[in-house]
C-alpha cells in the first residue's frame, strides 16, 4: 500500500475539475486576449473564472487578478506595493516563520535598501497582533503575515492584524495559500487589503494561483509585457488553469463544513493513535483541518522520513518549498524548538482523499519503525 500523507504540498486535481477544464484545452480554444470568436470565448471562461473566485472571497471580480501561483502572488504584492509606497517609507513588516516566498522576498527588498522587522510567533506559532502593533514605525508601508502557517499549520488572527494596519493606514497582506478552501474567507470584513491564493492547495491544477488587491491599492506590475489582467500582470491567460481553479474551489465552498469536519475526524483520528509513541505536537490546536506537525521524542527526522518513504508513507519535514534542504525548519526554529527536537519532527497532513484503512496502515508501519530505530 502507498499512502500520500502530504496534502499542504500538493493535492491530486480532482476529476471534476478534470473535466470542467479539457473543453479550454481542446474543442474551445486559443488566446483569451485576441477579438475573435474564439478569444472572445476563451475570454469569457476567464471572466466567469475570475468573478466565481472574488466572489468567494468576498471581493470585487476587478479586484482579483490570476498569476501562475501563491509564489507569484506573494512576490507582487512585497515588491510591487514596496515599489509604489518607497516615496511615502521604506518600513516593511512579516513574521519570522513566514513560507520562503515572502521571506525571500523581503530579504531581496532588504538589499534594495527597505527596512524589515520579522514579529516573532509564540511557542504555539501565533503571532500576538500586539506585537506587530508595537513593530509598526512612522515610516512602515506594508504588513505581511500569512493565515496558516505552511508547516505547523496555525491560524492567524487576520482580522486582528488588519484592523491594526487599517488604523495606521498601512496595506496589509496575507499569504492565505493554506487557508483558503478551508476556512471562509471574507476580505472586506477582515481588513484584508491584499490576499495570495493557490489552486493545487485545493484540488485544482498546477500553475495557477491569484491575488486580490483592493481598490485603491497602487501596485507596480512584476511582470513586464502585454495588457492583460487589467495591465497589471503580463503573459498569455492560462484559461484552463482559471477554469479549473474557480471549479475546484466551488467545490469546496459548496461543502466547506463537511469537508473540514471529515478533514479533522481523519487528522484526530491518526494524531490520537500515534500519542503512545512519545511525540510532542508542534504548534496550537487552532489549526489547518488536516494538518499535523510532530516531534518524534529521540529519533532522527530525516531518518524516519526515509524509512516511512521505504514502506510506501509520504510525508514531510518541512516546506515542499524547501526540498533538499539540509537545515531545520526554520518555522520549528522560530517557535522555540532546538536544531535537534526541529530536525526530529515531521508534518503529515491528510486530505479528502485519505482513507481509515490507509491510517491504519500508517499508524502499523510508524509504529514498528519508530520502535525499531529506538
Known amino acids: 500500500m502507498q499512502v500520500y500523507l502530504d496534502y499542504a504540498a500538493s493535492t491530486p486535481l480532482k476529476k471534476e475539475v478534470l473535466e470542467e477544464m479539457i473543453p479550454y484545452m481542446t474543442d474551445t480554444f486559443g488566446n483569451a486576449s485576441s477579438i475573435h470568436s474564439f478569444g472572445r470565448e476563451m475570454h469569457k471562461g476567464l471572466d466567469k473564472s475570475r468573478r466565481t473566485l472574488a466572489k468567494l472571497m468576498g471581493a470585487s471580480y476587478d479586484e482579483f487578478y490570476f498569476t501562475a501561483g501563491g ?5 507582487w504584492a512585497l515588491k510591487g506595493v514596496a515599489e509604489s509606497y518607497c516615496d511615502k517609507g521604506k518600513h516593511i513588516i512579516i513574521s519570522e516563520f513566514e513560507h520562503p516566498a515572502v521571506l525571500n522576498a523581503a530579504k531581496a527588498l532588504e538589499k534594495k535598501g527597505f527596512e524589515v522587522t520579522y514579529v516573532k510567533p509564540d511557542r504555539l506559532g501565533h503571532i500576538n497582533p500586539e506585537d506587530v502593533k508595537q513593530a509598526i514605525q512612522e515610516d512602515t508601508i506594508l504588513v505581511s503575515i500569512m493565515y496558516i502557517n505552511n508547516e505547523i499549520g496555525t491560524i492567524q488572527d487576520v482580522k486582528a492584524i488588519g484592523s491594526i494596519c487599517r488604523n495606521n493606514d498601512i496595506i496589509f497582506h496575507t499569504d492565505a495559500v493554506q487557508a483558503f478552501g478551508y476556512l471562509p474567507i471574507y476580505v472586506k470584513e477582515m481588513n484584508i487589503d491584499m490576499m495570495s491564493v493557490s489552486a493545487h492547495k485545493i484540488y485544482g491544477p498546477i500553475g495557477i494561483g491569484g491575488l486580490y488587491i483592493r481598490k485603491g491599492i497602487k501596485i507596480k506590475p512584476l511582470i513586464d509585457g502585454g495588457a492583460q489582467e487589467r495591465k497589471r500582470r503580463a503573459g498569455t491567460s492560462n484559461v484552463p488553469g482559471a477554469v479549473g481553479f474557480s471549479k475546484a474551489a466551488l467545490l469546496r465552498y459548496d461543502n466547506l463544513n463537511e469537508i473540514v469536519l471529515e478533514l479533522e475526524k481523519k487528522r484526530d483520528y491518526l494524531y490520537e493513535r500515534l500519542k503512545p509513541l512519545d511525540i510532542t505536537l508542534n504548534g496550537s490546536e487552532n ?59 515531521l508534518r503529515m497532513t491528510v486530505g479528502d482523499n485519505t482513507s481509515y484503512e490507509e491510517l491504519d496502515f500508517v499508524i502499523v508501519k510508524m509504529t514498528e519503525i519508530i520502535k525499531r530505530l529506538r
Open 71 to 75: 509564489t507569484e502572488s506573494d512576490n
Open 287 to 345: 489549526r489547518h483541518p488536516g494538518s499535523l506537525n510532530i516531534l518524534f521524542n529521540g529519533i532522527k527526522g530525516d531518518t524516519l522520513l526515509m524509512n516511512l518513504d521505504l514502506a510506501g508513507i509520504a510525508v514531510s519535514s518541512g516546506s515542499a518549498c524547501s526540498s533538499g534542504s539540509v537545515n531545520p525548519s526554520h518555522v520549528l526554529l522560530s517557535i522555540g524548538l532546538s536544531t535537534q527536537e526541529a530536525k526530529a519532527s
